[in-house]
């Protein structure tokens, strides 16, 4: 399963952004896009970024996916169509093989939403005096 690896890179990715930022003290959430012909299936994403979180900076962060349909466009008529899955990559007005991918293999985080700022501090519950 490769969404495993998927799930530690954009973790590695995401705490070193947060390291650079500085004071950042948790990731609420990952947006990621994901392209439909990225090989990528969104529940064992979503299940190994839980897995993965676990320990870190993000931990407990939402998982987000978004999907980005495949597009093509045809290098003889210039037509551009939505490719589907399976997808279907002749074009569909003139039969042409010759054909450029647009969109569809996408796999990148399209935002972070963090906590910065100092850590707030922890409460204690005041001591009552006996008497």
Avoid: K, N, Y
């Amino acid at each position: 399963m490769h969404e495993m690896s998927i799930a530690l890179a954009v973790i590695d990715q995401v705490e070193e952004a947060a390291e650079r930022a500085g004071d950042v003290t948790a990731v609420r959430s990952v947006r990621l896009q994901v392209g439909e012909l990225a090989g990528v299936v969104p529940d064992a994403l979503s299940f190994s970024f839980e897995l993965a979180c676990a320990g870190t900076l993000l931990e407990g962060a939402a998982l987000v996916t978004e999907t980005v349909p495949g597009r093509a466009r045809c290098e003889t008529c210039a037509h551009e169509w939505a490719v589907g899955m399976p997808p279907r990559l002749t074009c569909p007005r003139c039969e042409g093989g010759t054909t450029d991918l647009l969109a569809g293999r996408e796999l990148r985080i399209a935002g972070v939403d963090w906590e910065d700022g100092p850590a707030p501090a922890p409460t204690r519950e005041p001591i009552s005096e006996e008497r």
